[in-house]
């Protein structure tokens, strides 16, 4: 069986955001019929009127060229404030409601699943970082996932998405954390599950220089994984780097790893972000040698 | 003369995000009294109640601790997008009410001058990057630009501040195109300025090998600019690193550029981002080292 692989379109950011733009790239240049639509293309702020434009094109454009758009996912202009988890909590209302019209504006486009990251709490003044979140903010936060799930049912979504993140302040960052997220939110009118990503489990400042492991993850938590990020990257920190970097992250052993433990059958996403200020050329030849690379593993 | 050392939030993100985490740290952890507010702190987009709230603590606060807001800086957030720049003209327009209203805000909350990247027309599909905006682009982008400053007067700001990038889609990312945008945009009732960054007029891959020259933008636009921004760099990226990395600027030297321009009267600002993974305390300890190295040569 092959693992079906597809790209986040986080290496169009800023670049190619319309559907006109990166649908042929995707196909013509990178091969793929499979993506991960990014909410740094398309802020669910803007009015509807524009969103319901683009949603229309999102159903329209890719299908055109043969491409299936998988889940929407947070991007870095969302991931940079600190949404659910905000010590205030009217801005955890505005951070809701940007998931509710990003649920909303996903099921116009034609995209059933939306996920990503769901919040950090500040810092210290210190700089010491507590191991866990208080009682009132996770309980708080489940509540929310909860209520979210119920607009994600009026919106017609299949499937919401949580992607650790290797942070103290953000949740959840370990895999007992996650296993009993999964369980807080068992039940909700829309499924909650989980994107694990290869940058992410392997941070081994945060996890130790033995213990980080993607695999772990995998295995203990096989029942709630629905799809998988890839990146390279070194482990010392959640690079991000394609496939044309000298790293730490191998795709056929990657491979075995998802076959091993029973997810051969889950979608992998390469996700990757350039520099801003890298040129448009050499993005476009990296990005397509990168999955050149994969598909010796994958699909 | 000392120029005035101050440093931009971009330090604070998704970490010290209030003014009462900030301020202390600012002041006692860091030892200055001046900073550049960063829009990835606060979203201009909350509701009112929320900014009028934060803006009345940003009045506040930061005097308690002996602080002064020189300005307030776009941030990564809202620079994920193509803002002024964007290929639908209804964008744009949302892009140009975030402005009004991160004006308002400011001004609310006693910060006189407001700037950042103006935006970044589309790639090509080709990856081919044109050497200049389309007339009509640029003549789009300075009425805007021309009624943001009626905007700008509206709230009471004193100045609004472009900053230069160096991306071919962006704008404007030549000394000459610097130039003649400040010419075309003479006269608004609240004066557009320059804020050059060290990181980006010499940033090699764009600019050349040999002629990548911050002293060169600081010569030839001098009377424009206001105010600039300092990092450590390579000038192989943007690399935004404090100055416990290994690289090309020299504090020193930087100095000496502003002082042999006839620049030495204007504030520099630290402007660092780290990974969000990266751990609090070594976050801490290397903003102070930089801050320390900083002082021997600013301030």
Known sequence: MDTALGINLSFCVKRWVTPELWAPLVRDRLGLGLVQFSFDLVDPMWPDEILDDIAGRLRRVPEEHGIEIHSAFIGLAHYTFNQLLHPDPRVRDYAGSWLARAYRFAAKAGIARVGGPLGAVVSRIDGREPESLSAEDYGDLIARMTRLAGEAEKA????????PTPLRREWPWTIAQARKMMEDVAGTPVPWRLCPDWGHATFEPLYGRYRASMEDWLRNLAGHIGMVHIQQTDFQYDRHWDFTEAGAVD??????????????????F???FYPFERDDRSVLDAVAASVTLLKRAFG
Not at 156 to 163: A, D, R, S, T
């Open 270 to 272: 390469l996700e990757v």
């Open 156 to 163: 017609g979504l299949e499937e919401l998405y949580v992607e």
């Open 251 to 268: 795709p056929e052993a990657a491979r075995d790893a998802l076959l091993r433990t029973g997810l051969g059958d889950r979608p992998v």
